[in-house]
Structures are given as C-alpha cells and as structure tokens.
C-alpha cells in the first residue's frame, strides 16, 4: 500500500501566530512516535506569519482509513485550536509518488528544527547532496551552491569541501573560517539554481532570492531557514586549501527538522539535471554491526 502524504495549511487568530505555532510544535515528537508516521514536519510562511504549515507522511492508513490521528495530545490541542487558528485554509491527502505540487504551489517557510547528535551527521551528508554554504565576515554574507563534499569522521564529525578560489565565498570562508552547510530539499531546486547562477558581489542573495537568515549558535555564519538541516562548521584543517581548495571542517553544532529517511535531497548529475533522493531500501540485518 503507498504511503499517505497529508498537507494542511492554518492560519491563526490575529496576534495568535506565536501560540498556533507553540501548539502545533508540541504535536512533533508525540506524532513521530505514532507507529507508522514516517515524517510530521511544521514551517511558518516568510510572507504570511500568521500561515503555518503542517505535511505529514504515513506508512499506511490507520485502520478506519484515518492516517494517525489518535493521539490524546492531538485531541487535547485539537479541542482549543478555535482559539489560536480560524481554520485549516488548505488540505490535502493523497499517496506518496514522483508527481510533486510545482515549487509555486508550495508556501515559502521556514523549517521548525531540533538539535541533532553531531556524529550522526553522516546520515545527511554521507549520500552527497547539493547543499547551500553560507558564509560571513566583516558585516558581509553570501550563500554558494556546492556539490563536490564529502564526510571524513564521525566523531568528531569532519566534512570536506572544495570551494574554487573564484567563487566569492572563498575569500569570506577563508578569512573567517566558519561556514554553515544548509541541506535543501526539493521545493528549493530553483532557490539552489538561483544561488549558483549568481554572485554575491553583485547582490544579496538572501534577500534577491528571498531565503532567510538566522543567527547560528556556535558560529558567525547565518543558518538558511528555509532548509532541512543547518550544520554549523569551523575550519579544523587548512593544509589543503591553497593547493587543493580542500578545505575540512568539524561540524560544531546540528540542527535538523526531522529525521533523513524521507528528505527529498536533491544530487547534480550534470547538464542541468538532478536527481532527487527516493525510496530507502534496508539491507540492516545483512550489516557487521561496526559497519552500520
């Protein structure tokens, strides 16, 4: 049976965005424990606050074919949410497939995150997604589209990245050396072509393309909201960069919407093309247990 993908739009009561979203924040981790839910994410739209989004994925239709939803949290939050949101201004339900709504269809928000175990972060890079370097110094930010990385430990949890001198981030990254490598799904793909058709010279990425900056915790650099996961790094070995442009980070801090198994990542295959991050096959069982 296909999975089941539930999308549904709120919009809260005036002066009642930050509780809408406090309310539907509680729902995450009572609902990713719900056997059978593959992924419940929450974003809050850029243009409209008040709009908060809420895509669920199901393994399969609970019985009675309601997809989950039996959770007493759900219903103690369902039973007041008159208070904070008017209603659900859009809904859908449909099974899990290659056909996705066009990138105009979807909101523009921001990704509700969770701090995450920094040796698991191979389980987002390992595969070699694009992901989106963001960068400061001196007052100056920038993004750069890069796809050419790779992880060299796990504890702690080293990256590799080889930025070309003429890309305008390498000299923000080499002076401050710190960046945060932003992981982007597949309603990004024109934001990502946008930023790597671009220059930072010319113009502020975050604001022509319309992405949003946060502070970072441990590191000078912004996160990118929009994103799945942010990894925050600081440049632990430069030995490689003027020779190679090999520079290798130690990531410092995570923070990740939810888990990797169901991220549409998207992987450059040349020519314009990309392929998008699909179906997870296990072969767990098979596996030494120090190869895992």
Not at 216 to 235: D, H, K, S
Request: aromatic share 8%; hydrophobic share 40%; net charge neutral.
């Amino acid at each position: 049976m296909p999975n089941l993908t539930v999308v549904a739009v709120f919009r809260a009561r005036p002066g009642k965005a930050e509780a809408l979203g406090e309310g539907l924040l509680a729902l995450v981790d009572p609902t990713r424990r719900e056997a059978g839910n593959l992924r419940y994410e929450i974003g809050q739209s850029i243009d409209e606050p008040e709009a908060w989004l809420v895509q669920e994925i199901w393994r399969e239709p609970a019985p009675g074919g309601r997809c989950g939803r039996r959770l007493p949290d759900l219903h103690r939050w369902r039973s007041g949410m008159g208070q904070v949101a008017q209603r659900a201004i859009q809904a859908a339900g449909r099974p899990s497939g290659p056909a996705k709504p066009s990138l105009e269809t979807r909101p523009s928000m921001t990704q509700a995150k969770h701090d995450y175990p920094l040796d698991q972060t191979r389980r987002f890079l390992e595969t070699g997604p694009i992901v989106l370097i963001s960068s400061a110094y001196e007052g100056e930010t920038n993004i750069m589209t890069l796809g050419w990385h790779m992880m060299l430990g796990f504890a702690p949890a080293l990256v590799g990245t080889y930025i070309w001198t003429g890309n305008h981030s390498y000299d923000l990254i080499r002076q401050s050396g710190e960046c945060v490598i932003n992981l982007p799904t597949v309603d990004l793909l024109d934001a990502v072509v946008a930023v790597g058709n671009s220059t930072g010279g010319r113009s502020d990425k975050f604001e022509s393309i319309g992405l949003t900056p946060v502070p970072a915790q441990r590191v000078g650099a912004p996160l990118i909201a929009e994103c799945y996961a942010n990894f925050e790094c600081r440049l632990i070995d430069d030995s490689q960069v003027d020779r190679r442009g090999l520079f290798i980070w130690e990531v410092v801090k995570a923070h990740v919407a939810g888990e990797p198994d169901a991220v549409e990542t998207l992987h450059y295959r040349g020519e314009g093309l990309f392929m998008v991050a699909g179906r997870t096959v296990s072969r767990r069982e098979r596996f030494k247990p120090q190869n895992l």
